[in-house]
């Protein structure tokens, strides 16, 4: 009677952690299907760590760089936004581009939530991250991180860097798969989501979550 007491303990309690958990996650979905709700003021500096197919990489953030790219992308993470995102456009010597949600009702909520740029202080240099953008004023949540000195052709262009990932995080960003290249349409992720890249880019690395973490020693 005592062993099955203690397996029914074991069990409830095991049910009651996946039923907070589902619970979580519906709570961050509802926010991301609200992104004029999502404006806190981020740090002025912290830290996000990727867990990733390949490993684990950390964007140490300065707010100063880029006030409103550095808000959104706080936001973005904070609220679950980059879970399971592929990186869907790895262009060996250049960038490594995610931010399409894998549901596509999360990508037609963000796709017209756009953020005015911010000036460039810092260049696009090796694993710098910035925002990916369309023209003025268009950035909303796609981000890529530079594999290496791109200044000479982005700062020009109005690409803000707002963070940048350590020499040791760059080994896992540059294992990342790459043989898609320009491939996977962004027009049909934005419609199918991972429905779409499942099935034909398989291959593809993917964030597993991101996560704030405290703000770096000083």
Not at 105 to 115: F, G, H, L, S, V
Not at 121 to 130: A, E, L, S
Not at 171 to 179: G, L, T
Request: a positive charge; charged letters at 20%; proline letters at 5%.
């Amino acid at each position: 009677m005592r062993l099955m007491a203690k397996g029914l303990v074991t069990v409830l309690v095991l049910f009651c952690v996946v039923a907070l958990g589902l619970a979580g996650a519906q709570a961050d979905k509802e926010k991301l299907m609200n992104p004029a709700t999502l404006t806190e003021k981020a740090p002025d500096a912290f830290q996000a760590k990727f867990e990733t197919t390949k490993g684990t990489f950390v964007i140490e953030v300065t707010r100063a760089w880029a006030p409103l790219g550095a808000d959104r992308f706080y936001n973005l993470v904070k609220n679950g936004y980059y879970d399971n995102c592929k990186f869907f456009r790895v262009l060996s010597g250049f960038m490594a581009q995610f931010g399409l949600n894998g549901d596509p009702k999360i990508n037609t909520a963000w796709r017209e939530a756009r953020i005015k740029d911010d000036s460039v202080k810092q260049p696009n240099k090796r694993g710098y991250v910035t925002y990916a953008m369309a023209g003025p004023n268009t950035r909303t949540t796609q981000l890529f991180i530079n594999f290496s000195d791109n200044s000479a052709n982005l700062d020009s262009q109005g690409f803000s860097p707002f963070g940048k990932v350590s020499a040791e995080g760059m080994k896992v960003v540059d294992a990342f798969f790459s043989s898609y290249g320009e491939t996977p349409n962004q027009g049909s992720i934005h419609m199918q989501g991972n429905a779409y890249l499942d099935k034909n880019f398989p291959k593809l690395d993917f964030i597993k979550s991101a996560v704030i973490v405290s703000a770096p020693a000083k």
